[in-house]
């Protein structure tokens, strides 16, 4: 994630302070000091990280916590609270105030617009339950208008083209359309503009004149630091941007840009990028930003995940045989494959408050555990999955040679089981005595 650093950062800082008896201006002045060197690190904006400080320290004074008695309480809210300022507050919602509602998607040549309006489709689609329709204004680049139509194929919503003519005419004939078949939302997928390009900047006016869009959104990379600002200041000097859709969220980015833009711009984060796949781009929510960034995880959102991945009914179904010790191989191989679907175990762990960061070492571990638990099952016949007690030396030779791995690895798998099938019978002792059994066992053991 691309807060990580800072994360780590705020997580010392404030671990300091809660050694501290009492609140001075002297312990108060070195913690100010950390966090401006904490942000300015993650390459937030001078003039940002000077406001910043100055308002936190403003409102501790303000709020006198040297007289509470848990101060350190109050100055990670009042951090918080800061934080999520930044970020935009309560402005980063889109209003569906008309039909269709037009999203309009502009920014630099090779920032991955046409994917991200792909991705945009089917946030807006399977997640908000809306009808959208694409529409392909990027007569320029090659193939462009070719795989914004694949997107919309893939992802099920409409698309409009027409081919190699003005876009401005595009725009308002896929407008028309839209309004003609009922969609709720239409996304305007524009060609890329280099910063220098007068005509092309000239053609986005236009297009904005004539449809005048519910919102203009700007894509810019997470990576691109202090330049994203002052690319989004280029843009909105001549289209009034609306919002800021912000990529690569997931990657190694010090998130500086995510944290100065809105100060700088006035323009708030609507969208994030937060990986590859059609459903990594995530309505930005600032309060849960601000909770990620300072380590008290984000359950909201993890709780959204799971409600997208898991069919409740089946998840029902599988927590009545765990408790019934019933489950077989396959009921827990289902299982996992339900927790991959909400997403790596790095972010469902950057999600959860108190988990420790696992380093990539322990997630390479992990994921490859996981990995070797679904080829072993994989490679038994399914009556074995569902009995796995009838298997011998012989069986698991035969399972080691179809999976490419030895009878330790047949081994550990069964004994994960074995151990996931004993912790479910100490639960159903504790939800009859409402004790907690010593020792009670996990999946993650070996």
Same mark, same amino acid.
């Given at each position: ?47 940002? /990280?000077?406001?910043? &400080?100055? =308002?936190?320290? %403003?409102?501790? *004074? @303000?709020? $006198? ?6 101060? +350190?309480?109050? /100055?990670?809210?009042? &951090?918080? =609270?800061?934080? %999520?300022?930044? *970020? @935009?507050? $309560? ?6 105030? +008309? ?348």
């Amino acid at each position: 994630m691309a807060f990580e650093s800072l994360t780590d950062r705020f997580g010392a800082i404030f671990k300091k302070l809660r050694g501290q008896s009492r609140l001075t201006e002297k312990n108060m002045e070195d913690m100010l000091k950390e966090i401006r060197m904490a942000l300015l690190e993650a390459d937030v904006n001078f003039k940002v /990280v000077k406001a910043f &400080v100055n =308002d936190v320290k %403003e409102k501790a *004074l @303000g709020q $006198d916590v040297y007289s509470k008695v848990n101060p +350190s309480q109050m /100055v990670v809210k009042i &951090v918080h =609270d800061e934080i %999520e300022e930044l *970020l @935009g507050a $309560d402005q980063t919602e889109i209003t569906y105030k +008309s039909k269709p509602t037009i999203l309009m998607l502009v920014g630099l040549q090779g920032t991955g617009k046409t994917t991200t309006a792909g991705k945009l489709s089917y946030l807006q689609k399977n997640k908000l339950g809306k009808k959208v329709m694409l529409a392909a204004l990027d007569v320029y680049r090659p193939a462009a208008i070719a795989q914004l139509e694949t997107l919309a194929n893939q992802n099920g919503v409409g698309f409009f083209s027409m081919g190699i003519t003005n876009p401005v005419d595009i725009a308002v004939a896929a407008k028309k359309k839209a309004q003609e078949e009922g969609y709720d939302v239409l996304i305007l997928d524009t060609a890329g503009r280099l910063q220098i390009d007068e005509a092309l900047m000239k053609e986005l006016t236009e297009i904005n004149h004539v449809v005048h869009p519910d919102e203009v959104l700007l894509l810019v990379d997470a990576a691109a630091g202090q330049d994203a600002v002052n690319v989004a200041s280029t843009f909105n000097k001549d289209l009034h941007l609306t919002g800021i859709i912000m990529s690569k969220l997931d990657g190694d980015a010090r998130g500086g840009s995510a944290l100065s833009i809105k100060y700088l711009t006035g323009l708030p984060i609507k969208f994030a990028g937060v990986g590859e796949k059609m459903e990594d781009l995530e309505i930005f929510y600032p309060d849960r930003m601000a909770d990620r960034i300072l380590g008290m995880g984000d359950v909201v959102t993890l709780v959204e995940k799971a409600q997208e991945a898991i069919d409740e009914k089946e998840a029902e179904r599988q927590a009545k045989k765990m408790m019934e010790g019933e489950f077989t191989l396959e009921d827990m191989l289902h299982q996992m494959k339900q927790v991959q679907r909400i997403g790596s175990l790095g972010k469902l762990a950057s999600l959860i408050p108190g988990m420790p960061k696992l380093t990539d070492e322990q997630k390479e571990t992990a994921e490859r555990e996981m990995r070797v638990f679904e080829a072993v099952i994989n490679s038994m016949t399914p009556y074995e999955r569902r009995h796995p007690e009838v298997l011998r030396f012989s069986h698991k030779n035969r399972i080691a040679k179809g999976c490419g791995l030895t009878n330790a690895d047949i081994n550990r798998v069964l004994r994960r089981y074995e151990k996931s099938k004993e912790m479910m019978k100490q639960l159903k002792q504790y939800q009859k005595t409402g004790r907690m059994p010593p020792g009670l066992g996990g999946f993650g053991g070996k």
